[in-house]
């Protein structure tokens, strides 16, 4: 492929070099990113599969593909990969995706992905804490450390709020109205929300804030609200290992990760009552649907359910 004046290449009969297949992968991560408002992690997930994709089509062109090919690489990452449903789901997603922005932009006459058909997922619930499980994390000892003190505020926030870690990892000190018990977020697609937080998140966050300026001074290197050594913003690593610690400390037995926290957030708040469209907006979800999965109770919840409310249980 030869390329345009904008950089684009244009058709030249032959298979696209490694390189343009390359130049391809990279525009399609861009187009992510800025005109999709899509999340870092997302972009980086999607060009994982295309690289993939690519790596097996090797000098067959990718905008010569029909559906035929895709259905024998789809086999492949089946048969071959041992790909389950749920990671087959998000390859066929990243296809369609990629085929879709270059039918937009032109370079295939059809859309290649138009009849995909989405393998059938189990029914999965979500999984969650117990509230025994979080009041015993609650109730475990800091350390007396800067790293024990950030976990326990952390664990707080992540409870009250039901952030997403990428959420909360850039939630910035200006975002926190103490006083009004308020963050603002800036969630996915970059579409911002309010969460309210209550009363114990605000006076941890409060304690965080006064230490955060005691340890690193009014000017941080980074402005997020949780920070690391040197004054830098912590990382998704960081962030696990405390939540580990944490969890190690407070004699937990199963191993916990900070999206575990957003799905007790909203399965608790469900089972206190709150309706699902509540939790929607509070979630930061852009479908209810995507919502409605923490509303199916497990058989031992209807079980006790009916036991206590049917007039002969």
């Known amino acids: 492929m030869a390329q345009d004046d904008g950089g684009r290449p244009e058709e030249s009969g032959r298979p696209p070099s490694p390189s343009e297949a390359a130049w391809l992968l990279s525009e399609f991560t861009r187009h992510l990113a800025l005109e999709r408002g899509l999340s870092k992690n997302t972009c980086a997930a999607y060009a994982s599969d295309l690289r993939h994709y690519l790596g097996w089509l090797?000098?067959?062109?990718?905008?010569?593909?029909?559906?035929?090919?895709?259905?024998?690489?789809?086999?492949?990452?089946?048969?071959?990969?041992?790909?389950?449903?749920a990671s087959l789901f998000?390859?066929?997603?990243?296809?369609?995706?990629?085929?879709?922005?270059?039918?937009?932009?032109?370079?295939?006459?059809?859309d290649p992905t138009r009849d995909f058909r989405a393998p059938r997922l189990p029914e999965r619930?979500?999984?969650?804490?117990?509230?025994?499980?979080?009041?015993?994390?609650?109730?475990?000892?800091?350390?007396?450390?800067l790293q024990g003190l950030r976990a326990k505020v952390i664990l707080e926030l992540l409870y009250a709020t039901g952030l997403r870690a990428s959420e909360l990892l850039s939630l910035k000190a200006e975002y926190v109205n103490l006083a009004e018990g308020w963050v603002r977020v800036l969630g996915k697609g970059s579409k911002e929300r309010l969460v309210p937080m209550h009363a114990r998140a605000?006076?941890?966050?409060?304690?965080?804030?006064?230490?955060?300026?005691?340890?690193?001074?009014a000017g941080p290197r980074d402005p997020q609200v949780f920070l690391g050594r040197g004054g830098r913003a912590l990382s998704r690593v960081q962030l696990w290992r405390?939540?580990?610690a944490l969890a190690k400390r407070a004699g937990l037995k199963r191993a916990v990760h900070p999206h575990l926290f957003r799905?007790?957030?909203?399965?608790?708040?469900?089972?206190?009552?709150?309706?699902?469209?509540?939790?929607?907006?509070?979630l930061g979800?852009?479908?209810l649907q995507t919502t409605q999965i923490y509303t199916r109770l497990d058989r031992?919840?209807?079980?006790?359910?009916?036991k206590k409310h049917h007039p002969r249980g």
């Open 242 to 244: 405390d939540l580990t």
């Open 202 to 217: 605000i006076a941890a966050l409060s304690r965080w804030l006064r230490e955060r300026e005691r340890r690193f001074g």
């Open 263 to 282: 799905h007790t957030f909203a399965t608790h708040l469900i089972r206190g009552g709150a309706d699902a469209r509540s939790v929607q907006e509070l």
């Open 58 to 85: 090797g000098a067959r062109d990718p905008l010569k593909a029909d559906p035929k090919l895709l259905d024998d690489y789809l086999w492949h990452a089946k048969s071959e990969t041992g790909l389950g449903a």
């Open 125 to 145: 619930l979500p999984d969650a804490l117990t509230e025994d499980e979080m009041a015993r994390l609650f109730s475990a000892p800091d350390g007396g450390t």
């Open 300 to 306: 031992g919840d209807l079980k006790r359910a009916h």
């Open 285 to 287: 979800h852009a479908s």
């Open 90 to 110: 998000r390859r066929m997603e990243s296809l369609r995706a990629f085929y879709r922005f270059q039918a937009a932009e032109e370079r295939v006459p059809e």
